[in-house]
């Protein structure tokens, strides 16, 4: 895929995800790794309204090359890209529920998704929790490295969820997944909820292995 058409598909994902509330005002980032670097959206942006030849684009050292200056969230990225050398893509949202799962005191930092449903085993698997840290420090990307290898969706304390994919339509279904999953658990919250099993898990895990 060129990079005009990769391009084409950040707005394109932008918009949708801006259409349908899974982020709102300039929250939000979304990159894409290239042949020789990659490809962000810009600090500030809004996703609904993103411009292809505004994205900032910067080298694989994150040295900013073209476009707009990038978003401030390039050590979160960075640290799956770090981690996961078949991660195309990485996807930080606001969205309402995973944001909310991220913000309650109980949550397990090492599971924070119940697994109730076969797709958020099979698109994201078990989701940590890391530590608040400001948007945009340094720190977070070593907190993301520690977990990335073994994760594919990392939860933000008090912040939000960050995924990475094979591709960008990968990982934006997973995240996708990540929030109705992180939705359900919130509606559930008090009920006496069925889990999938251990074996159930096993089972979805031998035939739709992450990558």
Not at 13 to 34: E, K
Not at 51 to 56: G, I, Y
Not at 192 to 205: D, G, Q, S, V, Y
Request: neutral net charge.
């Amino acid at each position: 895929m060129n990079e005009g058409v990769i391009r084409d598909e950040i707005v394109k994902w932008g918009r949708s995800f801006f259409q349908r509330g899974l982020t709102g005002g300039s929250s939000g980032n979304i990159s894409v790794r290239l042949e020789d670097g990659y490809l962000f959206t810009p600090t500030n942006s809004c996703l609904g309204f993103l411009e292809a030849e505004r994205l900032s684009k910067v080298d694989a050292s994150g040295k900013h090359v073209s476009g707009a200056p990038p978003t401030k969230e390039l050590p979160l990225h960075f640290g799956f890209y770090d981690r996961r050398p078949n991660a195309r893509a990485v996807i930080h949202l606001h969205s309402t529920y995973a944001t909310a799962v991220s913000c309650l005191a109980d949550t397990d930092p090492m599971d924070a998704i119940p697994p109730l449903t076969p797709y958020v085993v099979m698109r994201v698997g078990r989701v940590p929790v890391i530590p608040y840290s400001r948007p945009g420090a340094e720190s977070v990307r070593d907190r993301i490295q520690a977990l990335a290898g073994g994760h594919p969706a990392i939860l933000l304390a008090n912040h939000g969820p960050v995924v990475a994919g094979a591709s960008l339509e990968a990982a934006a279904f997973a995240i996708e997944e990540l929030e109705e999953g992180a939705k359900l658990s919130v509606i559930l919250r008090g009920m006496t909820a069925r889990h999938l099993t251990a074996e159930n898990i096993a089972e979805l895990n031998t035939h739709f292995r992450l990558t």
